[in-house]
């Protein structure tokens, strides 16, 4: 796998007062872990929230797959196949974990105003069962825990086709044992050709 997805050149951000971002350069290969490492405000999401379309950058080009890019917003990114995971959890609480996967593309049965809720469930269960998740598409976000939602937060964004996919300090409320899940299914993302972009400040995960 040696196929560079993303390659950002010359990458330039200001804030009020801050200049977030100089001249940064990142560059990301399928089927690749790549970790970002820094202390607060050392500019890591800034350049990756560039890249998922949330902020606009001042300066700079952004290549994927070899062709230059615009990404206006998270909706160009994402059909791109470009996601990012962010630490909040934006699952809706009271829909089922099909509707949150399928939210605003959901497939409709006869009438345009009815949700086909055998189809989202059957295309949830067939996602979940890639990542080998034992979650049922019927549960409701609400009763899962931080770890399962996460989870779900990732299977949501690979129904995108998604290649890249981006996880700003996955692990900062879960378990040891949570933790060892997420990197199994980073592992088989990393597998099937997916670059990840692993933003982190804990060393001690780096080696994993």
Aim: aromatic share 6%; charged share 25%.
């Amino acid at each position: 796998m040696n196929d560079v997805l993303v390659s950002m050149e010359g990458i330039d951000k200001s804030f009020p007062g801050v200049h977030a971002l100089d001249q940064a350069r990142f560059e990301l290969w399928a089927g690749e872990v790549h970790a970002l490492v820094g202390e607060n405000g050392a500019g890591k999401s800034t350049l990756m929230k560039i890249l998922a379309g949330i902020y606009h950058k001042d300066a700079g080009r952004i290549l994927y797959r070899g062709s230059e890019v615009n990404i206006p917003n998270p909706r160009a990114a994402q059909h791109l196949g470009i996601s990012m995971i962010h630490q909040e959890i934006n699952l809706v609480p009271h829909l089922t974990l099909a509707q949150n996967v399928f939210i605003g593309r959901e497939p409709r049965a006869g009438l345009r105003f009815m949700l086909n809720e055998n189809e989202i469930n059957a295309q949830t269960q067939a996602l979940f069962d890639s990542m080998r998740l034992k979650l049922d598409p019927r549960t409701r976000a609400s009763d899962l825990t931080v770890a399962k939602q996460q989870m779900v937060e990732i299977a949501k964004a690979l129904s995108f086709n998604s290649q890249v996919l981006i996880m700003d300090e996955p692990t900062a409320a879960l378990t040891e044992s949570e933790i060892e899940e997420l990197f199994r299914i980073i592992h088989e993302l990393q597998a099937r050709a997916v670059g990840v972009v692993y933003i982190s400040h804990r060393l001690e995960e780096l080696k994993q």
